[in-house]
């Protein structure tokens, strides 16, 4: 991970504890079960945050979604259709959007419709904030996606950069020339080192809508990129090398992601596996050309898995009018322990108190119909507990940080502790002498690895 001077100049911000910040929905607390647990939240919000909302605490659909995102309280939140002010072409700038999500968690003066801003997220939940965001720079004229961090995004991979809001790919595998529509953004996020072995790149796309034989062909195509991106761009295909084949024109990164760095990605899909009778975008995106073959997105190139997410309530798994288009998708060889996935819809809670309390006062005609308010497509979330910070050295060719994980900074530790003669290389008997007896302890610690 990144030492904290290497970090971009963003806040870091924790959230403080809030009064639902535990997980019982049957008593209307619908936080983390951990508090170190990562709550990634996907959300189609329809136009509701934009420069020409209406933004005050009345009926309407930014009031809706501040509620529901202040009483859910996700650590990263990806969203599809901001910007969109209802004619083409008039789509909110980056820099205007960035005030908009300013104004939606923190309230203000609306310098684009006038008055005050008076429903916000930190009205219904003090503690909490998302201050890093990323809005994609791609857009269709009306629409762009946006990632929202609890943690500041940093550049993993050495490209220069720690947000792509695009990228281009020519003929390769099972890619074809072109990118996607709306861009598909990734943000590399640098988190805790104390708490979490590893970092961690979140990806958001908007996938192209529409049943037609052409829209169809669109989105396999445009989930086909994606689907190389993560695996040759992040992940280097299994050969240690980011883009092997040369077919990624931008971005140029100079190394792969760390072994302990997962991706989890998600968006907007439009098109439910369960009911569309072909291998589509969700499937195409974990497991690639090969169904439990060795081409799939996942680190180790077997398949990444995608969200079963339900309400809580109802079971449903229908993110949309009866279907499932909102995706969450992860690489299970490095994130293994998933705590719930959950589809939120607000006229499904049995009962007022077990709503979110954010919810719960949000005005007539009743709290249950928030969600309906807020937007045509529900969020899907879901808790990942990531593996926890190495407290020290996992084995004696552990010889530098970050702890738990052996790579070059450790064979470049030992070698030059040999050749120096300090302690720290000396690591076989007879301890006080620098030999072959020490060099084959190193190499046999190293090969074996951190468990």
């Known amino acids: 991970m990144l030492k904290r001077a290497a970090l971009l100049a963003c806040p870091l911000v924790f959230a403080a504890p809030f009064a639902d910040a535990q997980w019982d929905p049957n008593n209307g607390m619908w936080g983390k079960s951990d508090p170190d647990d990562i709550r990634v939240m996907t959300w189609n919000v329809q136009d509701g945050i934009r420069t020409e909302a209406i933004k005050t605490d009345s009926i309407n659909s930014w ?12 650590d990263i939140l990806i969203l599809q259709e901001t910007a969109d002010n209802g004619c083409f072409g008039c789509v909110d700038s ?6 908009v999500f300013d104004l939606f968690f923190h309230g203000g003066s609306d ?19 998302l201050p890093n965001v990323f809005v994609c720079e791609v857009s269709d004229s009306f629409n762009r996606n946006v990632i929202l961090s609890r943690f500041p995004f940093a550049d993993l991979n050495g490209d220069g950069s720690a947000t792509e809001s695009n990228f281009l790919v ?30 961690l790149v979140v990806g958001n796309g908007h996938l192209k809508a529409g049943s037609g034989s052409d829209d169809k062909a669109q989105r396999l195509a445009e989930s086909q990129r994606v689907a190389y991106y993560v695996d040759y761009l992040f992940n280097g295909a299994g050969t240690g090398t980011p883009n092997p084949n040369g077919a ?18 998600g968006g907007d899909w439009n098109e439910d596996e369960q009911s569309n009778g072909r291998k589509g975008p969700a499937e195409w995106m974990v497991r690639a050309q090969n169904t439990g073959g060795t081409d799939g997105t996942d680190r180790d190139r077997s398949d990444a898995v995608y969200d079963n997410a339900v ?14 288009l909102d995706y969450i998708a992860w690489q299970d ?38 969600s309906s308010f807020a937007s045509d497509h529900r969020p899907v979330f879901v808790d990942f507990q990531l593996n926890a910070a190495q407290s020290g050295p996992c084995n004696a060719a552990d010889l530098s940080e970050p702890f738990g994980v052996l790579d070059l900074q450790d064979i470049n530790a030992f070698t030059i502790g040999f050749i120096s003669q300090n302690p720290i290389a000396d690591i076989a008997e007879p301890f006080g002498v620098f030999d072959l007896q020490d060099i084959g302890a190193f190499v046999t610690a190293f090969s074996a690895g951190c468990p």
């Open 63 to 74: 009031n809706a979604l501040v509620r529901i995102v202040a009483g859910l309280q996700p």
């Open 94 to 99: 980056v820099s205007e959007l960035e005030t």
């Open 111 to 129: 310098p684009f419709m006038g008055g005050s801003v008076t429903s916000y997220v930190q009205k219904y939940a003090p503690g909490y904030d």
């Open 170 to 199: 020519i003929d390769d595998a099972y890619a074809t020339t072109g990118n996607v529509i709306r861009g598909y953004q990734f943000a590399e996020i640098d988190l805790p080192d104390g708490t979490y072995d590893g970092d």
């Open 248 to 265: 990624m024109i931008f971005p140029n990164p100079v190394t792969i992601l760390p072994a302990n760095t997962p991706v989890i990605w």
């Open 311 to 324: 309400d809580f309530f109802s079971g449903s798994g229908d993110s949309r009018g009866g279907s499932k």
């Open 333 to 370: 060889s490095i994130v293994s322990n998933v705590v719930r996935q959950v589809i939120f819809e607000s006229s499904s809670v049995p009962g007022v108190d077990q709503l979110p309390a954010p919810v719960r006062t949000f005005p007539y005609p009743a709290p249950t119909v928030t």
